[in-house]
């Protein structure tokens, strides 16, 4: 439960969508009704116009994409990340991203190397027994899936004397062994998917925490203090104190 709450904090809280996308709703909306309006247009196209001029409507239609995102999108984050917590670029907002997992750590009794350590053996703990947990679904599926074949695979055979058509029968069955197990695996990354996103997560958050501890180790051995410049422009902006002050995931 401690895990789900730090990953809800450093995907969530501290996810592009809180600090800076929710601040550009306008821009969003008028990026997702020139698409739509794309759309329409090259509905219309395939509908009143020549078919010669489909293609082209089309591929003007995909370049438009990718230039409205960068002018709607992209340079507007861009700008409200200068204007708004005086960073230069997203590298910048991946620094201060990482100073305020590291200050909320901190807030919640994590704030030294050894604590992360810690932190980081229980995270691999728990994702350790996740795993776990979700193995004996996919050993049903596999148990399920051969006692099935060999039910079918026998019946079939004993039924068949000819050779040929035994032959026949034996591949047809290898045919729908391998159908039957690519259902079944895609049925069982269905229901895993959210487990190995949840596995994903931790992961990168892992890999965050052990950048903070070697932040920290650089810091402690040399006067060079990585998140010096983020701990002065958070402490100028109220939106990220009250980030960092929120509920321990303890």
Known sequence: ???????????????????????????????FLLVLLLIIGDIVVVGLMDSQYFIPAILLSLLCIPLFYYILIYTRAKKFIRVR????????LTMMRRYLLLAYLEKSGFGTR??????????????????QNNKPLSSLVGVFFAAFL???GGSFLFLV???????????????LAIILYVIGTFFVRVVRSKSEMNSRKEHQLTKEIIAIQT????SENTSYHPFLAMEKKVSESDFLKEIIASRSFL
């Open 161 to 175: 004397d000819n050779v040929v058509e035994r032959l026949i029968a034996a591949v047809l069955i290898i045919v």
């Open 150 to 152: 060999a039910i079918l």
């Open 114 to 131: 050894d604590d992360l350590e810690k932190l980081l053996r229980f995270i691999h703990s728990e994702m350790a027994e996740e795993k």
């Open 215 to 218: 932040a920290m180790l650089v």
């Open 85 to 92: 917590y005086q960073l230069r670029n997203f590298t910048e």
């Open 1 to 31: 439960m401690a895990i789900k709450k730090l990953n809800d904090f450093y995907f969530k809280k501290l996810g592009n969508w809180n600090l800076i996308h929710s601040f550009m709703k306008g821009f969003w909306r008028t990026f």
